[in-house]
């Protein structure tokens, strides 16, 4: 464990903190761009796994294990998120053999 940590202290934290904002960066185009709701899907996981860089980040260099619970919870999140939301395309898919979100307007009437 402390070589463990003597690794992630030796990259500055400035380098995960660019690294984090990229990657949430990337999750965000791609909530706002695309049609396809798969994608937007993992758009929105990869958003998540940037906040749990960051906070992993953030609780290392602190020496606090406060941010890897934090992480943990967020990851039993993520997992509801996905038995659920897959269920939901997939619910989708059956109604009206799309998983276009523009196709969704059809379900409202």
Do not use: C
Request: glycine share 4%.
């Amino acid at each position: 464990m402390e070589s463990f940590t003597n690794t992630i202290q030796s990259v500055p934290l400035n380098h995960y903190i660019l690294l984090s904002a990229i990657i949430f960066t990337i999750g965000v185009i791609g909530v706002l761009i695309r049609r396809n709701a798969i994608i937007i899907f993992m758009s929105v996981e990869l958003m998540l796994n940037s906040v749990n860089l960051l906070l992993t980040a953030f609780s290392v260099y602190r020496g606090d294990a406060a941010g890897q619970v934090f992480v943990f919870f967020i990851m039993a999140l993520a997992a509801a998120e996905v038995a659920i939301g897959l269920a939901i395309i997939v619910m989708i898919y059956r109604n009206t053999n799309s998983i276009d979100i523009n196709v969704l307007n059809r379900l409202k009437w």
